[in-house]
Every structure is written in C-alpha cells, then in structure tokens.
C-alpha cells in the first residue's frame, strides 16, 4: 500500500522539483554554449588584432627599409651619407639590428654595423621579383630568433640593388607582452616553421630559446594543426589545465601579402578563469535552483504535514471507534473538504451510537422474547399439567392412588421447572461440579436405559455401544448424567420415528470418547458452530440452553465437545476426556 | 647552483667568468665598501705609523687555505711580497713597497718607499692565495675543475665566516650576455651574472626568476689621446664634451640603465662632491669652441665625411654592448661637425695599443670605485696601462695618493675635479647600472642597490619553490 506522504513527496516531485531540475540542467547547458561562443569570439578577435598588430609591425619596418630606400633613390648620397642615414635609422628604430646596403651583385657597400656586416641578401629573395622578401624566422648566434626583410631598390638608386634589414624578434615580445586575456590568458606567435617567435606568458618565454621546440608544449601542436587544417579553436591540456586557444594567421589580415610573414598568432586562456564568470552564474543558477527545492521540499512538507495530519487524526479516530470507543470524536481544522469530511465522519460517529444504541435494544427485545417464549414453552406444560391436575384432585381426592399419582406428577413437573431455573442459574455463574473417578461405560450405560421410555414413546431406537474395556475419567456423575441427556434427548427430539440414536464409549489412548450420533435430520452448516452458544436452539421451541450448559460442563471437566452433522442424514456430538487411572474408591476399596 | 656568465672570450682579465671564479674561490685582506672606504676581511684591522710608511694588518687567526693549511703572518707575508714583486692592474700601489715582514702571532708589516694611501685601497683588490699555488685561496669555494673559463666548485667547509649554504657552483661562460640570457630562459643556469640591458626587461618580467639592479663602479669614457694633432687642444676636448647629450646617452644608448658621468670619482665615494661646474650639453658652444679653434667644416674630396676633424676611437671588437653609444656619440659629434670613425679592436690589440698610446681616443668602460684606479688611469706614469699623454692632474693625483687624512684627500679631490673639467682628458659619459639574476629556487638575501655576489657564500637553496 503506498501511503499518502509518498503520494505527496511524488506529487511534489513531478509538480515542482522535475520542472525546476530540467529547466536548471537547460539553463546550464545554454549557458555554458553560450559562454564557449562568446569567450572563443572574443579571443578570436583579439587573437586577429594581435596578428593585424603584427602585421603592421613588419609592414612598418619593411616601410622603414623602403624609405631608406626612397631617401638613396632621391638624392645622392655619398657613401659616409649612406652610412650615416642607416645608423640614424637603426638608432631611431631598435628593432633593427643591422641594415646593410647591396649592390647588384649583392655585395655590401654600406652597412651600419660598427664592425662588418653579417647580413646577405637572401638567395630566394634575388630569386624572385617580389620588391620585398621577408625570411623565414631563423635563431642568431645567441639562440633568439630574428628575421630579415629585402627590400629590392630601384634602378635609380645608383648602383645600389638591396637593402636588407635584420630585424630583432623582441620587439614582438614587447608587443605580446601586453595582451592580457582575463589574468592568465596570454598571446603568443609562431613562425612559418612552427618555431615560437614570442610567447607573452613570461614564464613560457624560456621555449623561445629551447633548442628542442617541442618542450614549448601544445600550443606549437596546434598552431601546427591550425596551419594544416584551419580550425582555429581549440582546448587542450597543458601542464595539468584546460587551455582555451584560439588562432589567427598574420597573413590573413595583410592589406598585401606580400609585405606579411607566414606566423600565426595564438590567443590562450586556461579554461577555469575563461569561463569563470559562466561557472559563476552557474554556481548562482545552481544555488537558486537547489534553494527554490529546497523551499518548495520545505513549503510541501510543511503543507503537506497539515494536510496529512488531519488525515492521520481521522485515521486514529477511525481505528479507535472501530475498537468500539464510540464517544471518539476528531476536532480538524480549517475551512476545506477534510474538515468537511472531519464534521462528517463525527455526525457519522453520532449516528452509530444511536444505531448501536437501537441493536442493543432489539436484541435485548429479541432476547427477553427468545427467553419469555423458551419459559413459556418450557413451563406452561408442568404448570398446565400440575393445573389440570389440581382440577382432577378435587374430584379424585378420595383416590389414595390418585393422590399419589398426583404427588408425584407434581413432584416431576415441579423438578422439570427447577430444572429449567436451574439452566438459567448455570448459565450466568460456573456450575458447581464434584469430581470422582467415574467409568464410563457405567455412566453411560445407565443414562441410556434411563432414556429408553422416552425413547420408545418417540418411536426411536436408543443404544448404548459400549466399550469392552473399563474407561475412567475425572467427572461428576450427575452432570455427566446432564450431558448424557441433554445430547440424547436433542438426538431423540431431531430424529423421525424410526430412527436410532446410539451414544458409543470408545477409548483412544489417554483420551476416552463418547459419541452420541443419530439419523435425525441434521443441522444445516451455517448454524452448526452457534449450536453451543446461549440462547441457541434449532427447535421451535425452547431457551436453548441445552447445549451451551453441555459444553460448559465438558470443559469445567477438563473435556472437549464438537459437532459434526448433515443435513438429512443426522448429527454427531462427541465429547472427549482425558482418561484417568485412578479408581472409584468403591472399586479400589474391593 | 649553476652561473652563467656572458663575456667574449679574451675579454680583459679580471671580467667575466674569471673573476667570478675569483670572488667566489678567494678572498681579499679587506673590503672595499661601496663608499669607497675599507673594512675588515682577512685582515681584522690595520694601522699606519705616524710617518705613514708603514702599514701594519692585524690578520685573522682562524683562516685556512683550501689546502688545509693554516694562515700565518708568515704566509702571509709570504702572499703579499709576491704580489709586490709583481703588481697587477689591480695592486699597482705596490711598487711603492719595499718590505713585506711577519709581525707577532697575527700581524703583518708593511713597510713603503714612499707615502702612498692606495696600498691599503689596493689591499681590498689583492686576493690571499697561497704563495706560488694561486689556485688555492680562502674563498667560501674551491676549484674541483676547471676548463677554460668554465669551472666546477665546491663548497669550502672550513670557510672562515662560515659554511657556504650552497654545496657547490658550476660556472660557465658564455661569448656573449644574449646568449648567457637565452641559457638563464631555457633554465640551463640558474643565475645570470650580468643581465644584457636588452634582456633585462624580460628577465625582470619573469616570475622564477629575480633581477636584483645595483650601479655599477663602472664608467664609460671617451678617452682622448691628447698626443693627437687636435686632440691635443683643451678647446676641442672641451667642445667634444658640450656636445654629448649624456642625458640622451643613457636613455637611448643604456636603455636607460645608468646614470651620467660627471668624471671619473664614484658618485658614491666618500670624498665625492658635484662639480662646481660640470660640463653641460651646448652643442652651440661646441660648435662655437671648435670655430676658436679654427676648426671649419671642409669637404672631403674623396667622399669621405666633410668635416671640422677627424679621429679614430677603437671600441672592443668582441663585445657589442657599447656599440650604440659609440654611434650615438658618434651622430652627437657628427652634428657640431666632428668625424669619428669607429674601429672595433680586439682586445688582445687593443690593450698593447692602449698602453702604447697608439690610438687616438678609444671607448670602453673602466672600473672606478676606488681612487686607486683613478690614480691609475690618469695619472700618467710609465708603463702604463692606458698611456694617453695626460699629465695635467699628475700632481694632484699624487697628492690624493700621498694624503693621510680625509681632508686631504677631499681637498685634493675637489682640484682633481676642476682640473678634469679645465683640461679634460676624456669625455666621462656614464656609470651603468647593472642587474644580476637568480633563479626562485634560491634564497639570496640581498640587500637594495648592493650587489649580491658581496654575500654568495650565504646563499642557500629557498625552502619551498613555486612550479612553473
């Protein structure tokens, strides 16, 4: 049986909590789609304005070799003024290491080096007809990646063919240095090769010098796999964190493409403090659903006891009323269906008092009418006989054997009223029993014979069927005497003329037997158990006291009684002692 | 710990690895502090007699050589005639000695020619070694190997001021500071001895790492050779140092690491005092001076630069860390219409041309912490280290050498600074700053502005380190 509180927790659950629960997990689940969108834009973008950022750092110092370029081309400079101007530039822009001037055969003719040049103009670079040529990222003496831009002169410039810039890759350092993404999100750029130019993260810095490149981590791995594949979003692991990183290649954004170097730039974020301000409000979200529950857990089980409680106290009120207390009323409050149902269930309560109340006085009417009739049935015949009598007395009275007769036609009816005084009496306090060792087949014996004459005036064939062996039990000869008949008058008043009764003494181990069965008409099933109870009788007539006082006997003795009966084929009554070894004192005195 | 050390090789003795390996192996009879003035070291005190020719040192008597053996008046004594016998760069007072004796359980007399106060500034430059072992010293650490300029030390446990925190220091040097600085970010040393200027706003950025800056008693001069034609003219010299924007130096030249010379005392020196008159940035004055001097801008037939004049300034062809001064200064000239050309010298050529005055200016750095290095430079004495024909401060620098009192040499210091300004040998450009940097792992102690090396021996391995 489910009870109601579970019926409650279920309502509640499938009424509030499930929707607050599938609303929470969407809400969740948008947000954190929302929040990978949005942080991945973001760094996108700036991912894109570092590499225009770079982009326009190189195409300014290509621009810086072009006007050194457009400045010889203008005048005529000699070669100290040559000299000059390039140490003026290199002063005024620090990110050039060295620019040297070439010739047509890519000889050196002036350089602003204090000592000889390193720089030459780069094989490709001659190669093809590109005005300007940036190198791939190469690492100087020192371990520190640098790069070269060509810048192809004009004929005008005198003999002079290629100025060739060496460029310092730190500059970009400082550049990345100042992207900040969140507090730990950092941009860095990689070269055409996959070696890291310039890593913002001061305490990555470090890669840009390794020798082995692949201990700069995961971030080379997938500026590699942005270049082969496009995809320019990403998350990995790196040092036990979730890194968020986003690409964007320089060249892309070049106005000319020509002036832009093949790098790609990196945005990286470590995903907790990305999306810190999504787990924030998820944390919120959570924390208001998990409130929200938990107030309408709170709200639903205190609705819930009120409503509940009143239920338990009709309970209660129900269980106790059926226990028979019916003064028990419930006092339920409130203005709803249960205290509606509360002042009906009272009102109900009411009337059963006043049904029980009427019962009882119909079965008290009934059972003073059952007693009134059994005492009519059972005395007006010695009364009418001792009255018709009496009438015949004054007539007889001369009669000595008529007044005898008279006596003891009084005497007898007078003993069958005591009798019937006497059933009353026994059925309202224990009947005052005397035990004695008795045999059994005696008793029973002389009971049968007793009956005889009755018997044959009802035209029933009565037989004792005795045992072959002495049986004795504990009993009272005289109640024993009551017993014997009771059960074989009942048996001769149910049986048809014609028919037997026999009371049969059998004796089965230490219990001892008497069977008193008949071919009478039976008793029908429905009535068989009442058999033994007051007031009970399946005769007309009669208090039906006979057989309740019979089974108060047997079991004041120590005995038991059944019945057992078919309709149409007779009744059998047995009642069952123990047996007893000890002896009647007469029998043990001979 | 492992160093790195980033200086050219054939670099002047006494730099780079070199020294290190010497600070950290051995130790000085005293400390010269940053103020110029000495305190005890191997010596505990020191004493002059009245007439200030004999200087007795009270020594230590619980210092032992890595050997083993026990410092004696005797050895030490021992010690300080073979210096005397052979004065370095860095002990040239010494030949003012002219006898070494033990003095009782614990002293050491010793007895000059002639008054000469640098003997005991030089006694913080001379190192206590064993006699005729110069590999084994005092020092808080002791040579397990050597290779070159790489060495492997261990630490010295019977160290006088106490057992060093670390056990041991791998040295190596490197041919340039770039390179020692791209060693220190791979993490294959855990200390750079000297951060390049351009590495040093990343060094200082990085978080495993600290930049510990301090001045360094270094200056950088213009130094004129005034045996050459023009030179020789007050005037032009004069000239050349209005026309340097020192101030522009430092910023564009140093990054701004340094500060501008005013001549070749030690700012911090106790006898230090600002000029009454400094040379201040007027490249209208120069201009106007080299007019005086009858000086006129001509152009040059062969297409060279037309200018007033010309000169030649070497500069170390092995170390670049002064090559944009040297273009700064020679844009600076260029613009009052002087001509210096730049010629990078090895240093091995450098120094024989130095001495031999076979230059006409030359610019590098020179160490300037003590007066003993000042008397040294400019005073001109034969042989010299740097023979540039100056004598017009040879007699106050011999007055500085000679004073016994604090006055005296305050007195004498001042003139010394007039005269560099009335008749200046060289254009003093700046002092740099320096930056030493160490690793998190280890804790270092330092105090502001000092240099940290001055306490190595206490260094120790810090006691939790932050991971990457």
Same mark, same amino acid.
């Given at each position: ?207 840009? +010098?390794? #020798?082995?490149?692949? /201990?700069?981590? @995961? %971030?080379?791995?997938?500026?590699? =796999?942005?270049?082969?594949? *496009?995809? $320019? ?79 338990? +106290?009709? #309970?209660?009120?129900? /269980?106790?009323? @059926? %226990?028979?207390?019916?003064?028990? =009323?419930?006092?339920?409050? *409130?203005? $709803? ?254 | ?468």
């Amino acid at each position: 049986m489910k009870r109601i509180t579970s019926r409650f927790v279920l309502l509640i659950a499938t009424a509030a909590i499930l929707p607050l629960v599938l609303y929470g997990a969407v809400s969740i689940r948008s947000l954190r789609i929302g929040t990978t969108e949005s942080v991945t834009d973001g760094n996108r973008k700036v991912a894109k304005q570092v590499a225009e950022q770079v982009n326009l750092y190189m195409r300014g110092n290509t621009r810086v070799l072009q006007s050194i370029g457009a400045e010889l081309g203008a005048n005529a400079l000699t070669p100290w003024q040559q000299e000059r101007l390039l140490k003026d530039y290199v002063l005024q822009f620090p990110e050039f290491r060295e620019i040297t001037l070439f010739d047509t055969s890519a000889v050196p003719l002036v350089t602003s080096a204090v000592r000889q040049t390193r720089l030459t103009v780069p094989d490709i670079a001659r190669r093809r007809s590109d005005p300007t040529y940036i190198a791939p990222v190469k690492v100087d003496d020192d371990l520190l990646p640098t790069t070269t831009i060509a810048v192809r002169l004009s004929r005008s410039q005198q003999n002079s063919a290629w100025i060739v810039g060496e460029i310092a890759l730190e500059e970009l350092w400082r550049m990345v240095d100042k992207i900040h993404v969140g507090n730990r999100g950092y941009a860095l750029i990689v070269g055409e090769d996959g070696r890291l130019i310039a890593h913002g993260n001061p305490d990555e810095k470090r890669h840009i +010098a390794d #020798t082995d490149q692949s /201990r700069a981590g @995961a %971030e080379l791995t997938f500026a590699a =796999r942005f270049r082969s594949t *496009g995809k $320019d979003s990403d998350q990995y692991t790196e040092g036990g964190r979730n890194i968020l990183a986003v690409a964007a290649p320089v060249k892309e954004s070049a106005v000319n493409a020509l002036l832009a170097p093949d790098w790609t730039v990196v945005v990286e974020q470590p995903t907790d403090e990305a999306y810190a301000s999504a787990h924030r409000a998820e944390r919120q979200l959570l924390a208001a659903i998990v409130l929200a529950l938990l107030g309408t857990i709170i709200l639903g089980y205190l609705w819930g006891r009120t409503f509940i409680q009143r239920i338990f +106290a009709l #309970t209660r009120v129900t /269980r106790s009323i @059926a %226990e028979g207390k019916l003064e028990t =009323r419930v006092a339920l409050s *409130g203005q $709803d269906e249960i205290r509606e149902l509360g002042d009906a269930f009272n009102s109900m309560a009411d009337r059963l008092v006043e049904l029980q109340e009427d019962i009882r006085k119909q079965e008290r009417q009934v059972m003073f009418g059952r007693i009134a009739a059994g005492l009519v049935h059972d005395l007006s015949h010695p009364i009418q006989n001792i009255g018709n009598s009496c009438k015949l007395i004054l007539k007889m009275w001369e009669d000595a054997e008529y007044r005898d007769t008279f006596r003891r036609m009084v005497e007898r009816e007078m003993q069958v009223v005591k009798r019937v005084l006497e059933d009353l009496q026994n059925i309202a306090k224990p009947i005052p029993l005397e035990r004695f060792p008795i045999e059994l087949n005696r008793s029973v014996g002389e009971a049968i014979e007793s009956m005889q004459a009755l018997a044959e005036t009802a035209g029933i064939s009565l037989r004792a069927e005795l045992s072959p062996e002495p049986l004795y039990i504990e009993g009272d000869v005289f109640a024993l005497g009551r017993v014997y008949r009771n059960l074989v008058v009942n048996a001769i008043q149910a049986t048809a003329p014609g028919g037997l009764v026999v009371a049969a003494v059998e004796g089965h181990g230490d219990r001892v037997q008497v069977r008193v069965y008949d071919t009478g008409c039976g008793i029908p099933a429905d009535r068989l158990q009442a058999v033994f109870e007051d007031f009970v009788t399946t005769k007309r007539r009669g208090l039906g006291l006979g057989l309740a006082i019979t089974r108060k006997i047997v079991e004041q003795l120590g005995g038991r009684i059944s019945v057992a009966s078919e309709v149409g084929k007779g009744t059998t009554f047995v009642i069952d002692f123990p047996r007893t070894s000890t002896r009647p004192m007469a029998q043990a005195a001979g | 710990m492992r160093i790195g050390v980033g200086a050219p090789a054939g670099n002047l003795a006494g730099t780079g690895a070199d020294a290190l390996i010497k600070i950290l192996t051995t130790d000085p009879w005293l400390t010269n502090r940053p103020d110029g003035r000495q305190s005890e070291r191997i010596a505990t005190g020191w004493s002059w007699d009245a007439a200030g020719t004999t200087l007795r040192l009270k020594l230590r008597r619980d210092v032992y050589f890595h050997d083993g053996t026990l410092l004696t008046p005797e050895i030490a004594a021992q010690g300080l005639r073979e210096t005397a016998a052979s004065p370095r760069l860095d002990a040239l007072s010494f030949t003012s000695v002219s006898s070494i004796m033990p003095s009782g359980v614990d002293s050491v007399d010793i007895k000059l020619k002639e008054r000469n106060a640098f003997v005991l500034t030089d006694l913080s430059g001379v190192l206590v070694r064993m006699p005729k072992r110069p590999d084994v010293g005092t020092g808080p650490f002791q040579i397990a190997a050597r290779n070159g300029q790489d060495a492997s030390l261990s630490a010295f446990p019977r160290y006088y001021r106490g057992r060093p925190g670390l056990t041991g220091i791998e040295v190596t040097n490197y041919p340039t500071q770039r390179k020692a600085w791209t060693a220190l970010m791979r993490g294959d040393v855990d200390m750079l001895h000297e951060v390049s200027r351009d590495a040093a706003e990343f060094v200082e950025k990085e978080s495993t790492v600290r930049a510990y800056s301090f001045l360094r008693p270094y200056y950088i001069p213009l130094v004129f050779n005034v045996r050459h034609p023009i030179l020789k003219q007050i005037e032009v010299r004069k000239a050349i140092n209005e026309a340097l924007d020192r101030a522009a130096l430092v910023r564009d030249g140093l990054s701004g690491r340094g500060q501008t010379a005013d001549g070749p005392i030690w700012p911090q020196h106790w006898a230090y005092a600002p000029p009454s008159a400094p040379f201040v940035f007027n490249p209208n004055s120069a201009r106007a001076r080299l007019d005086g001097a009858r000086l006129k801008r001509k152009a040059s037939p062969d297409g060279t630069t037309p200018a007033r004049f010309s000169f030649t300034c070497l500069v170390f062809a092995d170390d670049t860390r002064f090559d944009k001064v040297a273009v700064l200064i020679q844009k600076q000239l260029a613009d009052v219409g002087i001509d210096m050309k730049l010629q990078p010298v090895p240093q091995k050529e450098l120094a024989p041309r130095l001495a031999s005055g076979d230059f006409e200016a030359f610019l590098f750095e020179m160490a300037g912490r003590s007066l003993s290095w000042v008397y040294e430079f400019w005073r001109s004495h034969e042989p010299s280290h740097l023979n540039s024909g100056y004598r017009s401060a040879d007699a106050i620098l011999d007055r500085i050498r000679g004073a016994l009192s604090d006055d005296e040499i305050r007195l004498a210091v001042a003139d010394l600074d007039r005269v560099l300004h009335e008749d200046p040998p060289a254009a003093f450009i700046a002092w740099q700053s320096s930056s030493r940097a160490v690793s998190t792992k280890f804790d270092v102690g330092a105090e502001e502005n000092r240099d940290i090396l001055a306490n190595l021996w206490q260094w120790r391995p810090a006691a939790k380190q932050g991971t990457r």
